[in-house]
């Protein structure tokens, strides 16, 4: 069984054993995705980055991924394919000859 595999069984059969899919449809996942992303960044408010608590670091972005996973897993999409289909469109918009160093959005370079 593979990372990702090993990932949608625990995240499913958590939510399973508490009949919780009835709640995880994609518009509520993609909300869950958006207030915990916040939850995240409310770690780093008013601080530097290193002084962010590490440990609650993991957790928001435990949460982030989990209701990501849990909506790729909605639409049946395979999220190694997808990540790596995203990194091929945006090589494209980001060649390295112009992007190299530079923060610049792609339609700026």
Do not use: C, T
């Not at 990372?3 to 508490?18: T, V």
């Not at 609650?56 to 989990?66: G, H, N, T």
Request: without cysteine; aromatic residues 12%.
């Amino acid at each position: 069984m593979n990372d990702f595999e090993q990932i949608y069984e625990a995240l499913l059969k958590f939510r399973n054993e508490r009949d919780w899919e009835q709640f995880h449809n994609p518009k509520d996942l993609s909300l869950a995705i958006s207030i915990e992303a916040s939850e995240l960044l409310e770690l780093f408010l008013w601080k530097k980055a290193e002084e962010a608590n590490l440990e609650k670091i993991k957790d928001e972005l435990a949460d982030v991924f989990s209701f990501a996973f849990l909506l790729a897993d909605k639409y049946k999409l395979d999220v190694k394919e997808i990540i790596l289909e995203k990194i091929v469109k945006n090589a494209q918009k980001y060649p390295v000859d112009k992007a190299k160093g530079n923060a610049k959005k792609y339609n700026e370079l």
